[in-house]
């Protein structure tokens, strides 16, 4: 049996996000779903949190108890009331198919190289995707812009 050997483009799964600050809270992308989402520190490009909402939106995830102890420990440690958010949409390969593990998948790539304050989960060990790249781009405010995963 003779195997090819694949090209190095085939070796990765590439992700762009395109990032979009959500500068007003009528801003239409407060009800996008299936994205990532981050919230950045009001004056200084600080990442506080990285999350994913694929089965609500990105203004129901800002809502809710399930963030009251994630903004009394931001408020608390920073000393600020408000937070920036940015909606990241994910941009991929011709043929390539959007899920909740992949989207799950780019969330814990994120939060293991950039360590935002709030994330906890994917911090010490995470689940990985060999060959996954991810490129941020639009509003992305930080140098670092590519994520591999090994």
Not at 40 to 63: A, C, E, M, N, W
Not at 76 to 89: F, S, T
Request: glycine fraction near 6%; hydrophobic fraction near 35%; aromatic fraction near 10%.
């Amino acid at each position: 049996m003779i195997v090819q050997e694949k090209s190095p483009k085939e070796h990765y799964m590439q992700v762009k996000i395109d990032w979009t600050l959500l500068d007003d809270e009528a801003h239409p992308l407060w009800e996008a779903g299936f994205c990532l989402y981050a919230y950045l520190h009001p004056k200084r490009d600080l990442l506080l949190y990285i999350g994913k909402s694929d089965f609500s939106t990105v203004g129901h995830r800002i809502q809710g108890n399930h963030k009251n102890q994630l903004f009394r420990d931001i408020r608390r440690e920073y000393k600020i009331d408000k937070i920036r958010a940015l909606q990241g949409e994910l941009l991929l390969e011709k043929g390539r198919r959007r899920s909740s593990e992949l989207l799950a998948d780019i969330e814990s790539l994120l939060i293991s190289y950039l360590r935002p304050y709030g994330n906890i989960s994917a911090t010490q060990s995470r689940i990985s995707r060999p060959g996954l790249r991810v490129t941020c781009k639009g509003d992305w405010p930080f140098k670092h812009k590519v994520f591999y995963d090994e």
